[in-house]
């Protein structure tokens, strides 16, 4: 699976940006799919995932009631909405593949990653 982010950019606080994850492969639709992001100088975090189905989504305490993630199989993409943006959203944003059977939260169950878009959100 090859995975291609975009949507990134500069907004203001308050503001909201829409995500995109681009996925290639013919066995999408059986992955898991997550977000993560990384500010400067921190860890990478995770963010939201959501069930290959889409029947289940989960989110960071941080951002639970503000992002929203969603996937449409047949186009193969993965979508971050997020709105009420705050400057500590601010990092480079990365969507995730796992082939695990049950939807992580754990770095380390994701298999593949894409480059990543930026995020800045100025107060």
């Known amino acids: 699976v090859q995975l291609q982010a975009s949507g990134g950019g500069l907004v203001q606080a308050g503001g909201s940006l829409r995500l995109s994850c681009a996925a290639s492969?013919?066995?999408?639709?059986?992955?898991?799919m997550g977000w993560f992001r990384q500010a400067p100088g921190k860890e990478r975090e995770f963010v939201s995932a959501i069930s290959w189905s889409g029947g289940s989504t989960y989110y960071a305490d941080s951002v639970k009631g503000r992002f929203t993630i969603s996937r449409d199989n047949a186009k193969k993409m993965v979508y971050l909405q997020m709105n009420s943006l705050k400057p500590e959203d601010t990092a480079v944003y990365y969507c995730?593949?796992?082939?695990?059977?049950?939807?992580?939260?754990?770095?380390?169950?994701?298999?593949?990653w894409g480059q990543g878009t930026e995020v800045t959100v100025s107060s």
């Open positions: 995730a593949s796992s082939s695990r059977v049950a939807t992580s939260r754990r770095r380390a169950e994701y298999d593949y």
């Open positions: 492969g013919r066995t999408f639709r059986s992955y898991n």
